[in-house]
């Protein structure tokens, strides 16, 4: 992509009205709008790094047996009442809407009941079932307060997963491969280390206790208590001997600290399927249902985590797999006439090669103000061409996190990506 194409512009300056660091630095980099509080676009650059989250998650849900679907915004109140989540003392962020011609309907916030009625016209024998089903849908949630950027807004996309089994051995062991596909997700996004399988609450519905994956970040909302050395955490709210005993921990070994929950899992049992009615014959012939589990990812909230732990005074600093682009080429418009054609052309080989390149050829543009948009941007690699690099037949790359810049030769630049 062309720098001169793109629509968006860099600003020097912090939105008046933001506080997170996540949603300044993206909305001064041109990756998000903000269309009203907890409520945000997302531009072209924006974009590109969404769906390579999407990307990553997809991939990671496939390995595991995950079938993708995209179920409904719109949803029928009935079966929400058959759970007792219709009540908005139980659920607290819905927003439903009326219809037309009389009646209500709910506006998606989750998609267990949905999902579960619509299964029962497809599950009925043992031999159905295992399943897995996920989806990236738009989730609508009324929140109080939105003020962490796209990291708690009233609309965002999640991947949602929902497992069905037929027994609760066979979902524990479901669920314990799904913990390893997240754990591969947040290497892949750039988050791995710092992020914890914590012991939490369930949410409405939910018995017991849930895993959260919590992202270690003074922006988070959350404190856990993390053993380091374990790599396990428990969530303040559950935060008891019980709870330590379980996951296997020592007190002595806890160390207080912020987290952003990026992620969660649920096991939820049989009330699904019994309230809805999801029953599968078994071998013996006897009706049993469906032993359920659910797995949410926040794409935006994944977005802001990583902008929140990898950024520094200048800018975004994005881990090569999600980046929005590979390679950031800037070209100073300083050449003689006959180099004027270098730097599309180096642009043009580079593409060729399938790396996916950023090339500012803004032409009013200063060099300073180049290099600090590539800064705030956040592309991984950096590629210089000027009078100076070409005259030795090279380009100047720097990593977007390491200081030193060295000189490669134009015909081997395609291996400088990070
Ligand atoms: P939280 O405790 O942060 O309110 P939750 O427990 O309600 O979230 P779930 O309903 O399990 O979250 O949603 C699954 C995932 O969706 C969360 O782990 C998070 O990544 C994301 N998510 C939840 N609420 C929001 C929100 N308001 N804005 C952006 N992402 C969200
Ligand atoms: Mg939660």
Known sequence: MKFSELFTKTLREDPADEVAINAKLLARAGFIYKEMAGVYAYLPLGLRVLKKIEGIIREEMNAIGGQEVLLTTLQDPEIWKKTGRWDDAVVDNWFKTKLAGGGEVGIANTHEEPLVRL???YVSSYKDLPLALYQFQTKFRNELRAKSGIMRVREF???DLYSFNRSEEEFKEFYEQCVGAYEKIFDRAGIGPITYRTIAAGGSF???FTDEFQTLSSAGEDIIYIDERKKRAINKEVYNDEAIARAGLKKSDLREEKAI????????GVRYAEALGLLYTNEQGERKPAVM???GIGLGRLMGTIVETHHDEKGIMWPEEVAPF???????RNQKIENRNVGEKIYQELTDA?????YDDREEISAGEKFADADLIGVPTRVVISEKTLAQNAAEVKQRSQAKATL?????????TK
């Open 326 to 332: 590979q390679m950031h080429v800037i070209e100073i």
């Open 408 to 416: 490669v030769p134009l015909e081997k630049l395609r291996y400088a």
């Open 206 to 208: 939910t018995t017991g």
């Open 119 to 121: 299964l029962t016209h």
């Open 261 to 268: 929950e990026v992620g969660n899992i649920f096991p939820l």
């Open 354 to 358: 399938g790396i996916e390149v950023l």
């Open 157 to 159: 996309i999640m991947k």
């Open 293 to 295: 589990g659910s797995y």
